[in-house]
């Protein structure tokens, strides 16, 4: 079992930044692949960055990649996401996920969710 914990959203005005950190317990750390979704009101869950288990391997949605970098601390068993230039848009509840998998990180098929945490951008 793996318990994670996602912290450090927040309201931010448009082309500020923020660090999600994703804290991760019960289990050894360093041998799941993470990665981050998100969800908008009235939308579906989108993927937004996954990370392999040893951080050797990321992959971005297009909607964020150039904007937003994933990266991981196996010696504190977290995950971030360091956004930068915030839109509107990626306004959104974002999830941390754990997969022994890469591949079931970019389907959704995750092995285990933290419970959110979120993100507005507004002016």
């Known amino acids: 079992q793996v318990q994670l914990v996602e912290s450090g959203g927040g309201l931010v005005q448009p082309g500020g930044s923020l660090r999600l950190s994703c804290a991760a317990s019960?289990?050894?750390?360093?041998?799941?692949?993470m990665g981050w979704y998100r969800q908008a009101p009235g939308k579906q869950r989108e993927w937004v960055a996954a990370i392999t288990s040893g951080g050797g391997r990321t992959n971005y949605a297009d909607s964020v990649k150039g904007r937003f970098t994933i990266s991981r601390d196996n010696a504190k068993n977290t995950v971030y996401l360091q956004m930068n230039s915030l839109k509107p848009e990626d306004t959104a509840v974002y999830y941390c996920?754990?997969?022994?998998?890469?591949?079931?990180?970019?389907?959704?098929?995750?092995?285990?969710w933290g419970q959110g945490t979120q993100v507005t951008v507004s002016s």
């Open positions: 019960g289990s050894i750390f360093s041998i799941y692949a």
């Open positions: 996920n754990a997969a022994l998998r890469y591949s079931d990180l970019l389907t959704g098929a995750a092995d285990y």
